[in-house]
């Protein structure tokens, strides 16, 4: 396992994180355009965050991702910025998601840090769910 370690001004740190989130009711609204924007919109979102997305994986009901994290934010402060930021641009893009949803995402979510597998297991895992 090759181990990525990444420097701040006050440390080094090398944390990863496997997260998965589901829209509303686990409805199926996260195909063609509306998952092109949101990997898109994701992307950006962890470069103004300072992180880097490792993997990705979108499926019609949930997403898939595998990132770096940063000492500074905590990993519920990540997902929250995720989930906010795609939420208003998609629905501001995709005004059908609107009256479909009360909102787009569900409030729960997952969230595991690498350590107890190898990270290269998790991208597999990740990898295998874009042919479901």
């Known amino acids: 396992m090759e181990e990525t370690k990444r420097k ?20 199926p609204v996260l195909t063609g355009e509306i998952a092109k924007e949101l990997e898109n919109l994701l992307y950006t979102k962890a470069a103004e965050l300072n992180l880097e997305i490792l993997s990705i994986a979108i499926r019609a009901d949930h997403v898939h991702l595998f990132c770096t994290g940063t000492p500074t ?12 930021f795609t939420a208003h641009q998609l629905r501001e893009r995709f005004p059908a998601l609107k009256s479909r949803l009360p909102s787009l995402w569900s409030r729960s979510y997952y969230a595991g840090s690498v350590g107890h597998v190898s990270d290269e297991t998790v991208r597999r895992y990740i990898e295998a769910q874009k042919g479901v």
Do not use: M
């Open 8 to 27: 701040s001004a006050s440390c080094t740190h090398s944390l990863q994180y496997h997260l998965v989130w589901c829209p509303k009711f686990r409805r």
């Open 73 to 84: 934010l905590a990993i519920n402060q990540i997902v929250r910025h995720f989930k906010g």
